[in-house]
């Protein structure tokens, strides 16, 4: 019984399998195509799949001016005079030094030919002059504007299978990196279909990872990868690779002392050489003058054209007001160009302590061997003065060290008391309040009038 079944069965089945055969012969198989099983190797998802997997030449552009070529390693370039071997990443900052050292506009730039290009199909080209260089160069997009998509790569391997026009498989293939799958698309016919064995896992600019689990998932993904990230395509040299989240990241970390500030060609950077930056994760920024915080703003990170710029809206300190480019991120520093020659340079200060006023740091800080230049809250003075405070005593002296007043002084909890002066200084006697305190600076207040006295060792007594 069981082997007439059997039997019967086998026929039944060769006959299904030639009847299925002699159809496939007769007429091409008409099976609607399930978009979220194979893909067409014309869709825009594979265009993109393209684009995410091209190669990215522009961590040479301050060489060849190009991010859909990068020059293979080693060769050698001449800059502003000085001869360079590249052989690995970190030589490009040895031109970048160099081009920051030099006047503007002084920059030239000799590469020593002959040279192999990689092209974003990762097809290698020998090239034998700046002429023929130029000629790849101009076919390259710049500005940020470039095909390739560097803010999402595909994690290794990645199976695929291939069918032909009648969705009859060809063949299976796993890839294990972006020159293979590269290879692989081109290989493809124009009729020809792909399906992917899912899952398929990306990893995104900032470390983390997404799985998709079909084609609409796949092209969401890299969709939203367009323009997330800052790609640094362009050819500005001293501009660094740098995201909107890394540089949210980095100014939350720790407060920023104010190294420099220029507005309008204006130097600013004394006034405000001891004020301090913090920016909170609530998108709130305070200015510190290095004993306590001066004003609150809002602060925020944006990206336009490829560029991340930073902006600061502060009530009472329009100093740092407005929206400024973040050209470069160093070790503990961020530089900003607000144009017409405004900008500012922020150092990382992850040390500051502030400290709290009291009668005996007053004292102990006021009687050091070093004088003490006196200010408004502006950085401003009628006269160029710096006081000797050591023995309780007042001797102001002028620009020229002559003493042009003198008194004493004496201090109860946290109010000091100005006696005796009766020149240059007249005006500042009685009690003045100290509500700001370091080793560096003083802030005293009477009613709306404050003082800011700063130390200055630079003069002696």
């Known amino acids: 019984m069981y082997s007439i079944f059997k039997d019967s069965l086998y026929v039944i089945l060769l006959t299904a399998v030639i009847l299925f055969t002699s159809c496939q012969k007769e007429e091409p198989f008409q099976e609607a195509i399930d978009p979220e099983l194979t893909l067409s190797v014309g869709s825009t998802v594979v265009e993109m799949m393209k684009r995410t997997t091209s190669n990215d030449g522009s961590y040479d552009n301050i060489v060849d001016g190009a991010s859909c070529i990068g020059i293979q390693f080693p060769y050698t370039v001449s800059v502003n005079g000085l001869e360079l071997q590249i052989e690995t990443m970190e030589d490009f900052q040895r031109i970048e030094d160099i081009l920051d050292a030099a006047d503007e506009g002084e920059h030239s730039m000799q590469i020593t030919y002959p040279i192999t290009v990689t092209m974003s199909d990762y097809t290698e080209i020998v090239v034998n002059s700046d002429a023929v260089l130029q000629e790849y160069v101009e076919q390259c997009t710049e500005g940020g504007d470039d095909d390739d998509l560097e803010c999402i790569d595909v994690i290794y391997p990645v199976d695929f299978f291939t069918y032909n026009p009648d969705l009859q498989q060809t063949g299976n293939v796993t890839v294990n990196h972006d020159k293979e799958l590269q290879r692989f698309l081109a290989g493809l016919e124009d009729a020809d279909f792909i399906s992917i064995d899912f899952p398929m896992t990306f990893e995104i600019f900032d470390g983390a990872q997404l799985t998709v689990n079909s084609n609409t998932e796949l092209a969401n993904a890299m969709e939203r990868a367009i323009g997330i990230c800052f790609e640094d395509d362009n050819n500005d040299h001293n501009d660094d690779d740098f995201t909107k989240a890394s540089l ?70 329009d100093a740092f007001n407005g929206t400024m480019y973040t050209y470069e991120i160093g070790e503990g520093t961020v530089k900003m160009d607000g144009g017409e ?104 207040q009477r009613g709306d009038e404050i003082l800011v006295l700063v130390k200055n060792c630079d003069v002696g007594h």
Do not use: H
Request: negative net charge.
């Open 248 to 317: 949210d990241s980095l100014l939350t970390t720790c407060p920023w002392l104010v190294n420099k500030l220029k507005r309008k060609d204006l130097e600013s950077s004394e006034q405000y050489q001891e004020y301090l930056l913090t920016f909170m994760e609530n998108g709130k920024v305070t200015s510190d003058d290095g004993f306590g915080p001066v004003s609150e703003g809002d602060w925020s990170v944006s990206v336009s054209d490829f560029k991340v710029f930073l902006t600061m809206e502060f009530k009472d300190a």
């Open 341 to 444: 020659k405004d900008e500012i340079i922020l150092e990382q200060f992850c040390a500051y302590e502030m400290k709290a006023c009291s009668q005996i740091f007053i004292e102990e800080n006021l009687q050091t061997e070093c004088r003490w230049a006196i200010t408004d809250d502006k950085g401003e003075f009628s006269e160029d003065i710096t006081i000797d405070f050591s023995q309780k005593n007042i001797q102001a002296y002028n620009a020229n060290n002559t003493v042009v007043d003198e008194g004493n002084w004496n201090i109860s909890d946290t109010t000091l008391t100005f006696n005796g002066l009766s020149t240059t200084l007249e005006y500042y006697v009685g009690d003045w309040e100290v509500f700001g305190c370091s080793e560096e600076r003083f802030r005293l």
